[in-house]
């Protein structure tokens, strides 16, 4: 509990910025921003997949393995696929961004 409460202070400080979103987590695993690539990790943290970066409009990041041919759609609360070039995307995991905070 005190712990808990001692984050509620310094996450609401005035010398704390929150970071960018740059991991989203599902119960499988995440997907964590590198640079411009996102890597997909499972829970053991193996690596499984890299992509790269192609839209960020501050709701959702959009990502893309071009030689699979696959692109995946970030956004809280689930990410799509879509594996057919389209613009229709079909859910592949229920997540969030796993935000944190900068108190230096």
């Known amino acids: ?3 808990a409460l001692l984050l509620v202070v310094l ?15 599902h119960g499988g695993g995440s997907f964590e921003r ?11 943290m193996n690596k499984k997949a890299v992509f790269k970066q192609t839209l960020d409009n501050g ?3 959009l990502i893309a393995d071009h030689d699979r041919g696959v692109s995946i ?3 809280d609360g689930l990410a ?4 057919d070039g389209g613009s229709q995307y079909e859910q592949l995991y229920r997540g969030s961004w796993s ?5 230096t």
């Open 1 to 3: 509990l005190f712990s």
């Open 11 to 25: 996450v609401d400080s005035k010398h704390c910025i929150e970071l960018g979103k740059d991991t989203w987590r």
């Open 34 to 44: 590198d640079g411009t690539n996102w890597i997909e990790y499972d829970n053991e």
């Open 59 to 61: 709701r959702q990041v």
């Open 73 to 75: 759609v970030l956004q």
């Open 80 to 83: 799509g696929i879509n594996n």
């Open 99 to 103: 935000q944190g905070y900068d108190c």
